[in-house]
């Protein structure tokens, strides 16, 4: 079983930036899969936020592109987020995912949390003055 867990969530005002961290362990070797970051607020479904496959092409969700960048370090086992310019509307909590097997996942399928099925316990980013 691959285990995550996140870290860097904070408070910030508007128009700052935090850079989230993932930690996967318990992978095997050649096995790095895909990774992705998903946010949840109360009441809403979760959203996909950013996808990188195993050979670090990217997929964002369009309320982050331009703003966002996915990066990984399979040797590490690490997948980070660094978010700039944020919004009062990216507050959630953020999630970090992992699935095995890349091969045939579309880019709507990767923004769909039932496309993973590991998860971090998450990590809360809150933007606000």
């Known amino acids: 079983q691959v285990r995550l867990a996140e870290s860097g969530g904070g408070s910030v005002q508007p128009g700052g930036s935090l850079r989230l961290s993932c930690v996967a362990s318990?992978?095997?070797?050649?096995?790095?899969?895909?990774m992705a970051w998903f946010r949840q607020v109360p009441g809403k479904q979760r959203e996909g936020v950013a996808f990188?496959?195993?050979?670090?092409?990217?997929i964002y969700g369009d309320s982050v592109k331009g703003r966002f960048t996915i990066s990984r370090d399979n040797a590490k086992g690490t997948l980070d987020l660094q978010m700039n310019s944020l919004k009062p509307e990216d507050t959630a909590m953020y999630y970090c995912?992992?699935?095995?097997?890349?091969?045939?996942?579309?880019?709507?399928?990767?923004?769909?949390?039932?496309?993973?099925?590991?998860w971090g316990q998450g990590t809360q980013v809150t933007v606000s003055s």
């Open positions: 995912a992992y699935a095995r097997i890349c091969a045939g996942l579309s880019a709507i399928q990767a923004m769909t949390a039932g496309s993973f099925p590991n």
């Open positions: 318990g992978w095997m070797y050649s096995a790095y899969g895909c």
């Open positions: 990188i496959d195993s050979d670090g092409s990217p």
